[in-house]
């Protein structure tokens, strides 16, 4: 889908200060402005009901964000460890023709030829629709009673990624059934040497970083020649 859509861009920093963030940070910020997209960003989780884990806030920050912009026919999710590495390409050419809700492609937990049973989706980088249903399906993602399902599940051993697989999960019950689009190997969320995943190229929209230390996430920066001050991927592509 090529018409410009009203977007905004939502993640959250919860290591305030560290430099991968104030990379990532800059980066969201100069690619919202070179598409005319909004941003919001949050820091402050006190005004959330404390979650153990940092994960737990994503639904309750996405939740604010679409209540702060209701006026937005997207919204996409991306985590701060994850980088825009072509500010030229928007994100309307990730959207289907129909009438997709939230779009999302595979984790890389299974490695590259695991099924997408194996693998889940990953949540570091979502896009959802504005709408009735999606609205209400991360409403459910937020409350309380879903954060405790997932705390026992996971204590239970039956859950691993904490909000991806609470997202899994739900998209298989009742009227979330079919909710999610998988939008796998577009270029929409690409990683580099992650759980023996390695697909991202020069030109793909979003390198998420997942996967990799502090220190481990910057050097792959460096390495594909990525620019610090402008966002840019220089002319050295793969590490």
């Known amino acids: 889908m090529d018409e410009k859509k009203k977007i905004c861009v939502v993640s959250m920093e919860n290591h305030t200060g560290h430099l ?11 690619y919202c402005r070179r598409n005319g997209y909004e941003y919001y960003e949050a820091n402050d989780f006190s005004k959330y009901p404390e979650r153990d884990h940092a994960h737990w806030y994503k639904f309750p920050v ?22 825009f590495t072509n500010m030229d390409e928007r994100l309307e050419q990730f959207i289907p023709d129909g009438d997709a809700q939230i779009l999302m492609s595979n984790d890389c937990k299974g490695g590259r030829h695991g099924s997408l049973a194996d693998r889940g989706y990953c949540s570091g980088v979502v896009m959802l629709r504005n709408t009735e249903l999606v609205r209400s399906f991360i409403e459910e993602l937020s409350s309380e009673l879903m954060y405790n399902l997932g705390q026992r599940c996971e204590k239970a051993g039956i859950i691993h990624y904490r909000d991806q697989d609470m997202i899994t999960f739900l998209a298989q019950v009742g009227c979330y059934k ?62």
Not at 20 to 30: C, D, P, S
Not at 63 to 78: E, K, N, R, V
Request: charged share 20%.
């Open 20 to 30: 991968l963030y104030i990379v990532a940070h800059a980066n969201h910020v100069e």
């Open 62 to 83: 996405i939740h604010d964000a679409m209540q702060s912009h209701p006026d937005m026919d997207y919204y996409l999710w991306i985590d701060m460890d994850a980088v």
């Open 178 to 239: 079919g909710i999610i689009t998988d939008i796998s190997g577009k270029g929409f969320q690409s990683y580099i040497n992650n759980m023996g995943v390695d697909q991202w190229d020069k030109g793909d929209c979003i390198l998420h970083l997942c996967g990799h230390g502090f220190g481990g996430k910057l050097d792959i920066l460096k390495k594909i020649g990525y620019d610090l001050s402008t966002g840019e991927v220089g002319l050295n592509g793969r590490p």
